[in-house]
């Protein structure tokens, strides 16, 4: 049963999916909305992998390869993340060029796998054939619960059944036939009891097992929380995260085997539940398997780079308004053109599922009146006590970054004016966002002139000759990334036009030789928008929440610096006991992607030297972390690699699971009741 060892998949590549029967796989299934796993592997699993398409993915993504910063500090990592990142990228790069498929979606799990074990949510490779084109399901997401007397289980989340019925309505008969007699056709039955074995194992190994290839976080302990649902402050509204247990990206498990307590007379159940494929909502409808492939997994105008400077000047607004190949796959909300044409600089998590759609049901949406300033993903509370204050943000990116910036600096002094002493701070599940958003804290010694961190660029081969072509003239409009008039030096000045900027600083990591760019300084000064005069809060006074899971510099550099210069709080909830948890899921610099890189070479017309990357023939993308931060404690090394251990790991009981008023409410008793007054901020 591939159900079985999904959680263990790693261990098992190359995987033999490549399954041709006739008739034709693909037309048995289209235009359904739901289907079963094992139909959509045939499906997917029918096209064979070309000789054509494995060279010109393995080209392409070993030339960009060059441009992500950390490939050499991620063969290993040192501690305290030596037990979490050590994998060889060009190795396995090497290892997938001389071993045979069955079909292309064997190869691309092998490739999607690799890059994942580099657990760092900013690089990776990712294709819209394979991944999320169709969904797969099933209705009991889980969680992890603390009793009074310490503890621990797995339980099926509470709200299961409520999800199923708003979310899966048009499936839900389908689940229901198939659950056990005790429960047969009342899912209802099953929300909140305790689950003892996961295929006749302790749920941790499936826990533990999904660990190991979920990917995007540097701690094993978020990688963990990974497994469970959870929630999180969207654009429109409050979302619902299904976890990696109920949520998967790929048709590659069929069922799940769960053994429940059930009390009464029937006593503990154990039972298979089958998961269920549902065609994304971003898919492009298909009629057999030629229309899927010309609909889903050709290159499309967007894949690729262009040449800025081959590019009609009325044109150039509108190819850079644009969004990239990668928005499919950032955990952010869309963003407006003029946005993406100013180019503002993002770090921002990518992942094989995009942004979640699924509303947290209504019954643990936030109840309690949110302030007019709230705005997209930032929505500002009071809660009852009328000192305790809240700063729910779902990302560091909205739709106007203007707006934005603006109406969070209006909502923190809101807060102020409507009596709040304490601030919450909730950044769960926040995916980053711009860089420049996060620095809203106020003037003092640990943001200006620096707010953020010091960062390098990777000055490969390639890089120092865009570097040099810029400097030549080849950007005259200075739209280009490489350009040096975009940056300032280490010490917060201008870099003047020329290509020293690029000039190689080597360095010997894990044995290989690396050379990276001078260090760059601030670059978000001045606002857009008028910056307090004063700072906001006492950030000795501040609570940052979250469940780990938040991303990048944008963020978690301000919360680094806010908790280990200026005694900010941090609080990861529902993490497992005695495990240590990290406020931090990955730092970065600033990412990107192939795309974007492509039309840096592009428009500095190096296409065609040996060291530049083809074209995708095929609907990929592939993310990297471009600049890389320097640390805080020691700023001579990555901040990447350095400890972000929360303050507290707040345990979640069945009372305030996935429920943000009551979480809040929880951490304000037990943290801050005893405390001077103080805001508190959720991110």
Request: aromatic letters at 10%; glycine letters at 8%; charged letters at 20%.
């Amino acid at each position: 049963m591939l159900g079985r060892s999904f959680w263990a998949l790693s261990a098992i590549i190359p995987i033999s999916l490549g399954i041709n029967p006739l008739p034709d796989p693909c037309a048995l299934i289209a235009g359904k909305r739901w289907v079963l796993p094992s139909e959509a592997r045939r499906c997917l699993g029918s096209f064979p992998l070309s000789p054509e398409v494995k060279s010109n993915v393995l080209e392409v993504v070993n030339k960009t390869l060059a441009f992500h910063t950390s490939v050499n500090y991620q063969v290993q990592a040192p501690a305290p993340y030596d037990d979490d990142v050590h994998e060889d990228l060009i190795g396995d790069l090497n290892r997938i060029a001389a071993t045979s498929y069955n079909s292309e979606l064997d190869f691309h799990i092998d490739i999607y796998l690799s890059f994942k074990r580099v657990n760092d949510g900013h690089c990776g490779v990712y294709s819209r054939c394979y991944d999320s084109l169709y969904v797969t399901y099933i209705p009991t997401p889980l969680v992890l619960l603390t009793k009074e007397d310490g503890t621990q289980s797995v339980y099926i989340a509470p709200e299961a059944y409520e999800i199923a019925k708003e979310e899966f309505n048009d499936s839900l008969p389908w689940w229901e036939k198939r659950l056990p007699e005790a429960s047969q056709g009342n899912l209802s039955s099953l929300a909140g009891r305790k689950v003892l074995l996961v295929n006749g194992e302790d749920p941790f190994v499936a826990v533990e097992a999904n660990a190991n290839i979920t990917g995007g976080y540097q701690s094993r302990a978020t990688r963990q929380n990974s497994f469970f649902s959870s929630y999180h402050r969207g654009a429109e509204g409050w979302e619902y995260y299904m976890g990696n247990f109920a949520s998967l990206a790929h048709p590659l498990v069929d069922e799940v085997e769960l053994t429940i307590e059930y009390p009464g007379e029937t006593g503990n159940i154990t039972f298979s539940l089958p998961y269920r494929s549902r065609f994304g909502s971003n898919s492009k409808d298909f009629t057999d398997s030629q229309s899927l492939r010309q609909n889903n997994c050709l290159a499309t105008p967007k894949t690729n780079g262009v040449d800025l400077y081959d590019t009609p000047s009325s044109e150039i607004f509108a190819v850079l308004a644009e969004p990239p190949a990668l928005a499919h796959f950032q955990q952010q909300p869309t963003l407006a053109p003029q946005d993406y044409r100013e180019r503002h600089p993002v770090n921002v998590l990518l992942d094989s599922s995009p942004f979640s759609d699924i509303s947290l049901p209504e019954t643990l949406s936030p109840d309690i009146e949110s302030l007019n300033s709230s705005y997209s993903v930032a929505e500002f509370f009071i809660l009852d006590d009328g000192i305790t204050g809240v700063l729910a943000l779902g990302s560091f990116s909205a739709k106007n970054y203007t707006h934005f910036g603006r109406a969070l600096l209006d909502g923190l002094k809101g807060l102020q004016e409507k009596g709040a002493e304490r601030l919450i701070v909730d950044v769960t599940n926040n995916g980053g966002g711009y860089i420049c958003i996060a620095h809203l804290i106020g003037p003092r010694a640990t943001t200006e002139p620096q707010a953020g961190l010091d960062t390098t660029l990777r000055a490969g081969p390639l890089a120092q000759l865009i570097a040099k072509r810029v400097a030549e003239g080849h950007d005259p409009d200075n739209l280009l990334y490489y350009n040096p008039t975009q940056w300032n030096n280490a010490t917060h000045q201008p870099i003047p036009m020329d290509d020293a900027w690029m000039r190689p600083q080597k360095l010997v990591i894990n044995g290989r030789e690396d050379a990276f760019s001078q260090r760059l300084g601030q670059e978000c000064l001045p606002f857009n928008w008028e910056a307090p005069k004063h700072g906001l809060f006492d950030p000795q006074k501040t609570v940052i929440v979250s469940n780990g899971r938040l991303c990048v510099i944008v963020l978690s550099t301000r919360q680094i610096t806010m908790s280990k210069e200026e005694g900010v709080r941090t609080v990861v909830v529902g993490g497992k006991r005695n495990v240590e948890q990290h406020y931090c899921g990955t730092v970065g610099g600033q990412s990107t992607g192939f795309s974007t890189i492509d039309t840096e070479i592009k428009s500095t017309k190096l296409k065609n030297h040996p060291l530049a990357p083809p074209d995708f023939l095929t609907n990929h993308v592939q993310g990297i972390t471009w600049r890389l931060g320097y640390g805080i404690d020691n700023p001579n090394e990555p901040e990447e690699w350095q400890d972000h251990t929360a303050d507290i790991n707040f345990p979640l009981s069945k009372e305030i699971v996935n429920n943000p008023v009551a979480i809040w409410e929880a951490v304000t008793a037990a943290v801050l009741a005893h405390a001077q007054p103080a805001l508190v901020v959720q991110f």
